[in-house]
């Protein structure tokens, strides 16, 4: 595709149901970041992927959290047993992530508004 | 760690006239990258600018300049003949720079935001 998609736009559930959140990235791109934003505290970064690995997870809050992709392009975000601190805009993004200049942008997606209730 | 900050949390201009959005912030490297996103109520943030802090040059895209002072950690946005449109959040961000075989590990550590409002 043209650009970063995610889905679901819009995901309301209920506390301590699990959730999954789907980044899709632009074609080509090896790097994949999962960002939070939330009005408490800003937009912060959860998880880096290269490939399929993620040599950096640092940003996952809790172990409720975790994250995978596959086949070196879709990348999925699990919630598990959602709390209300959960609510957030949750922002994928992807790169090429070689060398300098354009080549290393990170492009976002639309992101994935979720409510827990 | 490296921190961002935005000390306007809201930020107001008449359309075609000029504004400023500030930005600061800290570090120990030497090599890395800034940014200006702007984030419209649609949520897609969109890469307004960049600077590389190797460049002394300051970065211009048409209407959006900085004003990069890396002695200050300061990394000012300067928004000249607003349009209705440039109404949104805009954010700071920082990144550090390219490492060993030309990779560029490059998480975003983002400022708070600034939202800007622009009146007809």
């Known amino acids: 595709g043209a650009g970063v998609s995610q889905s679901p736009s819009n995901k309301v559930t209920e506390k301590g149901k699990d959730v999954e959140l789907r980044c899709d990235p632009i074609s080509g791109h090896t790097a994949l970041y999962w960002y939070r934003q939330s009005l408490g505290q800003g937009l912060e970064f959860l998880i880096y992927?290269?490939?399929?690995?993620?040599?950096?997870k640092s940003g996952l809050p809790s172990d409720r959290f975790s994250a995978e992709r596959t086949g070196g392009s879709v990348s999925t975000l699990t919630i598990q047993r959602t709390q209300q601190e959960d609510s957030a805009v949750y922002l994928c993004?992807?790169?090429?992530?070689?060398?300098?200049?354009?080549?290393?942008?990170?492009?976002f997606g639309p992101g994935t508004r979720l409510t827990v209730t | 760690a490296q921190t961002v900050t935005q000390s306007q949390p809201e930020m107001s201009v008449q359309e075609a006239e000029t504004v400023t959005l500030s930005c600061t912030y800290d570090t120990s490297e030497s090599d890395y990258y800034l940014f200006w996103y702007k984030q419209p109520p649609s949520r897609q943030m969109i890469l307004v600018i960049r600077q590389e802090a190797y460049k002394q040059q300051n970065a211009t895209e048409n209407r959006f300049s900085v004003n990069f002072q890396k002695a200050a950690k300061s990394f000012s946005l300067k928004i000249s003949d607003s349009q209705l449109g440039d109404a949104a959040m805009y954010f700071c961000a920082y990144r550090s720079g390219v490492g060993a075989g030309g990779t560029s590990y490059g998480k975003l550590t983002f400022g708070q935001g600034t939202i800007l409002t622009v009146h007809p």
């Open positions: 992927f290269q490939g399929n690995s993620a040599p950096d």
């Open positions: 993004a992807s790169s090429r992530n070689q060398g300098r200049g354009r080549r290393n942008e990170q492009y």
